[in-house]
Protein backbone atom coordinates (compact mmCIF):
# COMPACT_ATOMS: atom_id res chain seq x y z
CA UNK A 1 0.00 0.00 0.00
CA UNK A 2 1.46 3.82 -0.19
CA UNK A 3 0.49 6.85 1.88
CA UNK A 4 0.72 8.64 -1.85
CA UNK A 5 -1.87 12.19 -1.03
CA UNK A 6 -2.77 10.30 1.86
CA UNK A 7 -1.01 11.34 4.98
CA UNK A 8 -2.92 11.79 8.79
CA UNK A 9 -2.15 13.51 11.84
CA UNK A 10 -2.81 11.28 15.29
CA UNK A 11 -5.31 7.98 15.58
CA UNK A 12 -7.45 8.21 12.28
CA UNK A 13 -8.76 4.59 11.28
CA UNK A 14 -10.05 6.65 8.27
CA UNK A 15 -6.68 6.81 6.84
CA UNK A 16 -5.39 3.80 5.35
CA UNK A 17 -4.68 2.05 2.25
CA UNK A 18 -5.02 -1.41 0.45
CA UNK A 19 -2.17 -3.28 1.80
CA UNK A 20 -0.74 -7.16 0.87
CA UNK A 21 -3.20 -9.75 1.37
CA UNK A 22 -6.05 -8.15 1.79
CA UNK A 23 -4.82 -5.81 4.94
CA UNK A 24 -5.02 -2.44 5.61
CA UNK A 25 -1.97 -0.43 6.33
CA UNK A 26 -2.09 2.62 7.69
CA UNK A 27 -0.74 6.60 6.66
CA UNK A 28 -1.65 8.16 10.19
CA UNK A 29 1.05 9.04 12.80
CA UNK A 30 -0.10 6.66 14.99
CA UNK A 31 0.68 3.42 12.81
CA UNK A 32 3.99 3.74 14.19
CA UNK A 33 3.22 2.69 17.51
CA UNK A 34 1.33 -0.47 16.23
CA UNK A 35 3.43 -0.94 13.23
CA UNK A 36 0.81 -1.02 10.72
CA UNK A 37 2.09 1.80 8.52
CA UNK A 38 2.23 1.57 4.72
CA UNK A 39 5.79 0.89 3.13
CA UNK A 40 6.12 4.53 2.16
CA UNK A 41 4.79 6.15 5.31
CA UNK A 42 8.28 7.34 6.68
CA UNK A 43 9.20 8.48 3.19
CA UNK A 44 6.22 10.20 2.07
CA UNK A 45 4.25 11.58 5.52
CA UNK A 46 7.13 12.02 7.91
CA UNK A 47 9.19 14.10 5.33
CA UNK A 48 6.59 16.56 5.47
CA UNK A 49 5.89 16.36 8.98
CA UNK A 50 6.27 19.38 11.39
CA UNK A 51 6.85 19.16 15.37
CA UNK A 52 5.04 21.29 17.79
CA UNK A 53 6.76 23.91 19.18
CA UNK A 54 5.77 25.67 22.37
CA UNK A 55 6.64 29.45 23.86
CA UNK A 56 8.12 30.02 26.97
CA UNK A 57 6.37 29.46 30.70
CA UNK A 58 4.16 32.14 32.17
CA UNK A 59 4.63 33.23 35.63
CA UNK A 60 3.34 31.53 38.55
CA UNK A 61 -0.34 32.31 39.57
CA UNK A 62 -1.07 33.10 42.86
CA UNK A 63 -1.95 30.40 45.31
CA UNK A 64 -5.60 29.46 45.10
CA UNK A 65 -6.00 29.44 49.29
CA UNK A 66 -5.00 32.48 50.92
CA UNK A 67 -4.83 30.52 53.99
CA UNK A 68 -3.70 26.82 54.23
CA UNK A 69 -2.47 24.62 51.41
CA UNK A 70 -3.51 25.20 47.75
CA UNK A 71 -2.01 24.96 44.11
CA UNK A 72 -0.12 27.57 41.83
CA UNK A 73 -0.50 27.31 38.47
CA UNK A 74 1.39 28.10 34.99
CA UNK A 75 0.73 27.55 31.29
CA UNK A 76 2.60 28.08 28.53
CA UNK A 77 0.86 28.97 24.05
CA UNK A 78 1.52 26.49 21.23
CA UNK A 79 3.74 28.61 18.80
CA UNK A 80 3.90 26.14 15.86
CA UNK A 81 1.13 23.49 16.04
CA UNK A 82 1.99 20.09 14.76
CA UNK A 83 1.08 19.46 11.20
CA UNK A 84 1.31 15.81 9.29
CA UNK A 85 1.96 13.71 12.10
CA UNK A 86 4.95 15.63 13.32
CA UNK A 87 5.79 15.45 17.16
CA UNK A 88 3.04 16.29 19.42
CA UNK A 89 2.79 19.43 21.87
CA UNK A 90 4.36 19.13 25.38
CA UNK A 91 2.15 19.73 28.44
CA UNK A 92 1.02 23.15 28.06
CA UNK A 93 0.39 23.67 31.74
CA UNK A 94 1.72 23.29 35.18
CA UNK A 95 0.63 22.91 38.98
CA UNK A 96 2.25 23.08 41.89
CA UNK A 97 1.49 22.87 45.52
CA UNK A 98 1.80 26.47 47.96
CA UNK A 99 0.75 27.46 51.39
CA UNK A 100 -1.39 30.35 51.36
CA UNK A 101 -0.41 32.88 54.04
CA UNK A 102 -2.36 35.69 53.73
CA UNK A 103 -1.86 38.45 56.92
CA UNK A 104 -5.36 38.10 57.84
CA UNK A 105 -4.85 34.07 58.49
CA UNK A 106 -4.17 34.01 61.71
CA UNK A 107 -7.00 36.80 62.99
CA UNK A 108 -9.94 34.36 62.57
CA UNK A 109 -11.54 33.48 65.37
Do not use: E, F, I, M
Not at 58 to 83: E, H, K
Amino acid sequence: GSCRHRCCSGRNNACWAPGTRRARCYCDSYCQRTGDCCQDYLATCRRAAVGCAVGPWGPWRGCSSPCGVGSRARSRQVTVPPRHGGDPCPDLKQRRGCLGQHPTCGTAK
